[in-house]
């Protein structure tokens, strides 16, 4: 999906603020709870977080890169999710992280779609 962003706009502004005013303070709140609340090491948060991303197609979401405590997780990590099915870059948390439910495909837009389904029949 392809959005048209006003010239002089700034694109999240624009999208979360004005596009979707109500959703976008949700959407933060979730997103700010995930992070906060994680059991996950950084090395296999950023992982999972950037195989969610692959699978959904969000390009916002391959740039950007969590940062905890001033530290952000290394390149090679980065590159290594594109590789996942091949490299020997993850030890097994972070090849779980890539691979394993929960994480990813339950956070997926499919993902989320057969759960709000599967909790709709319940």
Known sequence: MSIGIPEGKDPIGYVWGEMVPGTG???SNLSLAVY???TLGLREFEAARLRI????GC???LDWRTERDGVKVEAESIDAVTEWRT????DSAGRSAVTQPPYPEPMTS???RAASAIELLA
């Not at 991303?53 to 959904?56: E, F, P, S, T």
Request: net charge negative; glycine share 4%.
């Open 53 to 56: 991303a692959q699978l959904n």
């Open 36 to 38: 906060s609340h994680t």
């Open 59 to 61: 390009v916002f979401c």
């Open 25 to 27: 303070v949700a959407a």
């Open 87 to 90: 490299t020997d870059a993850f």
């Open 110 to 112: 499919a993902g989320i």
